[in-house]
Nanobody, 117 residues
Framework: QVQLVESGGGLVQAGGSLSLSCAAS????????MGWYRQAPGKQRELVAAITSSGGTNYADSVKGRFTISKDNAKKTVYLQMNSLKPEDTAVYYC???????????WGRGTQVTVSS
């Protein structure tokens, strides 16, 4: 049984910073990527940032230069540092774990990030 436990999030004013973390536990082998997605009310879930097992990163254009994803392999934890937050960053942020074999996606329960103007 794989579990993803997210922490962080909350309410911040525009221009502020928040950090998220997600710890994975359970029978985890052959990690492909860990990452963060977000879903705002009335919108589809979208990729925010992802990091591969070798450390390669991918960011949504809307967060490039403001957000930084990192990981701790030993702790099976992924982090998201969010700076210069904007009201449009308001969403529920979900941690994602993608395994290679089998090709399975796991999701956290989500954590709310609210940026006030």
């Amino acid at each position: 049984q794989v579990q993803l436990v997210e922490s962080g999030g909350g309410l911040v004013q525009a221009g502020g910073s928040l950090s998220l973390s997600c710890a994975a536990s359970g029978s985890i082998f052959s990690i492909n990527t860990m990452g963060w997605y977000r879903q705002a009310p009335g919108k589809q879930r979208e990729l925010v940032a992802a990091i591969t097992s070798s450390g390669g990163t991918n960011y949504a254009d809307s967060v490039k230069g403001r957000f930084t994803i990192s990981k701790d392999n030993a702790k099976k934890t992924v982090y998201l540092q969010m700076n210069s937050l904007k009201p449009e960053d308001t969403a529920v942020y979900y941690c994602n774990l993608n395994l290679i074999n089998p090709n399975v996606n796991y999701w956290g329960r989500g954590t709310q990030v609210t940026v006030s103007s």
